[in-house]
T-cell receptor, first 114, second 111 residues
């Protein structure tokens, strides 16, 4: 079992550009959540996808959008990048019936906006 | 809004001692509280989950307590080892599967 995988591992973009990050959940998991973690801070919830729909959203602007595919993998898109978007972006997966239990996190994608 | 606070300063202890990390929360009554370990540049790794009706949970050298009256959780690592050095995050489960994290406490265990 490969666990949660994310790509790419690192990314450098400039202000105003757009970025797409990818996540493959752990086998058997159908729910994917995305988090943003700034340096020295805890992860902050961006949104959650289940059955290809956004089910919950945190306090992030519309520049942050996502998608879930039929195979449960997911993408996070960020438009009009700002310097403050530089962070570690984490994907977490879980079975929908066990959301209150552990969530499995991927290694993250480190995004640097210059 | 919900707020979670962990020891902001790094915790430095000697190998073999017990490390105690604190997590306080306000404006919330969580049904579950979780603790994660995070190494530099890596994603968080789940350690323990404790429910609101549980006072204490143990797993090997780890122990978590949950006081819903004080709105506080304590995380203990007994017989600490240098390999325990990492950042430890507490997280509250919000309805629908959203986790609300504290800022984390960095633990350093010196040999």
């Amino acid at each position: 079992d490969a666990g949660v995988t994310q790509s790419p591992t690192h990314l450098i973009k400039t202000r105003g550009q757009q970025v797409t990050l990818r996540c493959s959940p752990k086998s058997g998991h159908d729910t994917v959540s995305w988090y943003q973690q700034a340096l020295g801070q805890g992860p902050q919830f961006i949104f959650q996808y289940y059955e290809e729909e956004e089910r919950q959203r945190g306090n992030f602007p519309d520049r942050f959008s996502g998608h879930q595919f039929p195979n449960y993998s997911s993408e996070l898109n960020v438009n009009a990048l700002l310097l403050g978007d530089s962070a570690l972006y984490l994907c977490a997966s879980s079975p929908d019936l066990a959301l209150q239990e552990t969530q499995y996190f991927g290694p993250g994608t480190r995004l640097l906006v210059l | 809004s919900q707020k979670i606070e962990q020891n902001s300063e790094a915790l430095n202890i000697q190998e073999g001692k017990t490390a105690t990390l604190t997590c306080n929360y306000t404006n919330y009554s969580p049904a579950y509280l979780q603790w994660y370990r995070q190494d530099p540049g890596r994603g968080p790794v789940f350690l323990l989950l404790i429910r609101e009706n549980e006072k204490e949970k143990r797993k090997e050298r780890l122990k978590v307590t949950f006081d819903t009256t004080l709105k506080q959780s304590l995380f203990h690592i007994t017989a600490s080892q240098p390999a325990d050095s990492a950042t430890y995050l507490c997280a509250l489960y919000h309805q629908g599967g959203k986790l609300i994290f504290g800022q984390g406490t960095e633990l350093s265990v010196k040999p």
